[in-house]
């Protein structure tokens, strides 16, 4: 019943996130790194676009594919992994985003990052280990 209802409410913040990054790419743009761009050969606004529509395909995946519900915290523990240098750049750059407007904010945001990670494990296990 605890993991159900954290797993819900994992699938409504990575839905929230996943919209604002629909609706509000040029506040998550500042997020990409330069590299990035290099690496995947999009621009910041495709990058951010492409990782807010993740956010809702892994929201979506977490309510409606019961059956996978580990892949799926795997997926979203991964996704969670994947965007941590962005948390990083922020941070570095010393960047504001929505709600990450302070130094405090986004240093506290890369402590969070590991808890996303733990949370998506521990809210998709089937009882006792997490990470089987």
């Given at each position: 019943m605890i993991r159900t209802a954290a797993r819900w409410m994992l699938a409504l913040v990575l839905a929230a996130a996943g919209a604002a990054h629909l609706v509000r790419t040029r506040g998550f743009r500042i997020v990409v790194p330069d590299w990035a761009t290099r690496v995947t050969r999009l621009d910041k606004d495709t990058i951010v676009v492409a990782s807010g529509a993740a956010e809702l395909a892994l929201a979506a995946g977490l309510v409606a594919l019961p059956r996978e519900r580990r892949r799926m915290g795997w997926a979203v523990a991964g996704f969670f992994v994947a965007v941590f240098p962005g948390n990083v750049h922020q941070w570095r750059t010393r960047?504001?985003?929505?709600?990450?407007?302070?130094?405090?904010?986004?240093?506290?945001?890369?402590?969070l990052q590991p808890l996303l990670v733990l949370w998506a494990l521990w809210a998709t296990a089937e009882g006792g280990d997490p990470l089987r």
């Open positions: 960047r504001s985003a929505p709600g990450l407007d302070t130094d405090a904010r986004r240093l506290c945001r890369l402590f």
